[in-house]
């Protein structure tokens, strides 16, 4: 069982950037693939990006690819999400998510077993 707790989040605008932080607790941290998604309001809930149990791979979706970094420290047992360039329609809440796992990568909501609660990214133009 893997406990997620996301922080962060907050107002930003057009153009700033932002570090969103997940603290996992509760089991081997190492073992875990995890993920980033987001969900606007009236939206299903949409991938960000992934990385792999090591850090060593990375994977976004298409509309931060360029913008966005997730990284990880295993040490800490804590993912990141660093968000530059903001958009207003970066607009969501933001969910990290971990799935036991030392394949990759895993792009679906479907896919991932544990999730935090979310914290709120709002960017203004």
């Known amino acids: 069982q893997v406990q997620l707790l996301e922080s962060g989040g907050g107002l930003a605008q057009t153009g700033d950037s932002l570090r969103l932080s997940c603290a996992a607790s509760?089991?081997?941290?190492?073992?875990?693939?995890m993920g980033w998604f987001r969900q606007a309001p009236g939206k299903e809930r949409e991938f960000v990006a992934t990385?792999?149990?090591?850090?060593?791979?990375?994977y976004y979706a298409d509309s931060v690819k360029g913008r966005f970094t997730i990284s990880r420290d295993n040490a800490k047992n804590t993912v990141y999400l660093q968000m530059n360039r903001l958009k207003p329609e970066d607009t969501a809440v933001y969910y990290c998510?971990?799935?036991?796992?030392?394949?990759?990568?895993?792009?679906?909501?479907?896919?991932?077993?544990?999730w935090g609660q979310g914290t709120q990214v709002t960017v203004s133009s």
């Open positions: 509760g089991a081997t941290f190492s073992s875990y693939a």
């Open positions: 998510a971990a799935r036991r796992s030392y394949s990759f990568p895993w792009v679906q909501r479907a896919d991932y077993d544990y």
């Open positions: 990385i792999s149990w090591s850090g060593g791979s990375t």
